[in-house]
T-cell receptor, first 113, second 112 residues
Framework: SQTIHQWPATLVQPVGSPLSLECTVE??????LYWYRQAAGRGLQLLFY??????ISSEVPQNLSASRPQDRQFILSSKKLLLSDSGFYLC????????????FGPGTRLTVT | AQRVTQPEKLLSVFKGAPVELKCNYS??????LFWYVQYSRQRLQLLLR??SRESIKGFTADLNKGETSFHLKKPFAQEEDSAMYYC??????????????FGQGTRLTINP
């Protein structure tokens, strides 16, 4: 069966520090992968999506970047965190052409201090 | 521009009462809409999809293109329905990736 993992579950980082959040999917090949953010008082916002290794599309201009070094690995990064980067980050996957449903990970709570 | 609006951040009803969570959308094409739900300490998961026209856990949602709405309804609320509910609008990128635009979410609380 397919599973999706995210780590860490929670993270507290000072302003100006780097960030790396990791997401991995098991039990599927060539998934579409997604990063979403939920900021306080706001809905889920799509940040990045990827249809394959090394293929990243950004939905909103921001201080973050994403990479997909392996088929089932999706990484969210920042060189220098801002206070506004605080939020709840969700990774999701979908099997292209086979399913209309996106499957979400447990999320990472990031607090920038 | 694609947009999803859930006007109620919080909704509280008594057990056994009817529930309606509102969702309005803005989309120039033919919309594909979903309701996702997140129960306490669980992951965000799909509740239902408008094309399937199913009733899931007693919930239904009808797409009204004239009013650009996709409200979620249940005739008799149960305590286990307490959760965060998100309405979402789907589109596809040129590469074929599904992209979801979510509303702000409505936290539903069912009082005993």
């Amino acid at each position: 069966s397919q599973t999706i993992h995210q780590w860490p579950a929670t993270l507290v980082q000072p302003v100006g520090s780097p960030l790396s959040l990791e997401c991995t999917v098991e039990g599927t090949s060539n998934p579409n992968l997604y990063w979403y953010r939920q900021a306080a008082g706001r809905g889920l916002q799509l940040l990045f999506y990827s249809v394959g290794i090394g293929q990243i599309s950004s939905e909103v201009p921001q201080n973050l970047s994403a990479s997909r070094p392996q088929d089932r690995q999706f990484i969210l990064s920042s060189k220098k965190l801002l206070l506004s980067d605080s939020g709840f980050y969700l990774c999701a996957w979908r099997t292209p052409g086979q399913s209309y449903e996106q499957y979400f990970g447990p999320g990472t709570r990031l607090t920038v201090t | 521009a694609q947009r999803v609006t859930q006007p109620e951040k919080l909704l509280s009803v008594f057990k056994g009462a009817p529930v309606e969570l509102k969702c309005n959308y803005s989309y120039s094409g033919s919309p594909e809409l979903f309701w996702y739900v997140q129960y306490s300490r669980q992951r965000l998961q799909l509740l239902l999809r408008h094309i399937s026209r199913e009733s899931i856990k007693g919930f239904t949602a009808d797409l009204n293109k004239g009013e650009t709405s996709f409200h979620l309804k249940k005739p008799f609320a149960q305590e286990e329905d307490s959760a965060m509910y998100y309405c979402a609008l789907s589109s596809f990128s040129l590469q074929g990736a599904q992209k979801l635009v979510f509303g702000q979410g409505t936290r539903l609380t069912i009082n005993p």
